[in-house]
């Protein structure tokens, strides 16, 4: 079994700044990749970031120039970074982890990001 816990979501002003985290344990020892997504209601879950486990990593569009996310091996924790947020960035922001050669998901309960002034 595997267990995400994310942190670091809150309420920032346009233009400021936060810190995503998702600690993962248990069953992790082949981790493919570690991503976040991100949720409004009505709309479905978009994939935002990623970064596989050659460490090579991929944006949104959306996010591109402005979002940063890395990852440490040692900790198994994986960051968001997330600079000049916007109110449109204000969303449910999952973790999510693929594991072993079937790529098996598990995902975390999600932390609030709320971008307002």
Known sequence: QVQLV??????VQPGGSLRLSCAAS???SDIYSM???RQTPGKQRELIAIIISDSSSNYADS???????SRDKDKNTAYLQMNSLKP????????NVMIGVWR???WGQGTQVTVSS
């Open 35 to 37: 991503g976040w997504y």
């Open 88 to 95: 449109e960035d204000t969303a449910v922001y999952y973790c």
């Open 63 to 69: 996010v591109k120039g402005r979002f940063t996310i």
């Open 26 to 28: 248990g069953s992790i």
């Open 104 to 106: 098996r998901q598990y």
């Open 6 to 11: 994310e942190s670091g979501g809150g309420l």
